[in-house]
């Protein structure tokens, strides 16, 4: 499953009609997580690692729910899944 179905099935939208915009927070999602020091990994066979693509569709879904609330903090589970995944990219490069 590609990235936007995962998206859109996470916050529960059936139809394409918000698809331009929940692609623009994907692409946001790719661009903070590379600021914060995590790479967007080489695609294969059209789809991402699932580690990485399961955190740019938490990252994505918390900025689509935060838009209604932007005093929202950033979820434990998603602050927890990014350092994870951090660390693991780190531990990586290193081998």
């Not at 929940?22 to 695609?43: F, H, M, N, S, W």
Request: aromatic share 10%; proline share 6%; net charge positive.
């Amino acid at each position: 499953m590609d990235i936007l179905q995962q998206l859109k099935q996470n916050l529960e939208i059936p139809t394409a009609i918000r698809d331009e915009y929940l692609r623009q927070l994907i692409r946001t999602a790719k661009e903070v997580l590379t600021r914060e020091g995590i790479p967007e990994p080489e695609e294969e066979n059209g789809y991402y690692p699932p580690e990485y693509q399961n955190l740019v569709v938490m990252y994505a879904a918390y900025f689509y729910r935060k838009r209604a609330d932007d005093r929202q903090r950033m979820p434990d589970m998603l602050r927890y899944a990014r350092n994870s995944y951090l660390m693991k990219v780190k531990m990586e490069a290193k081998t």
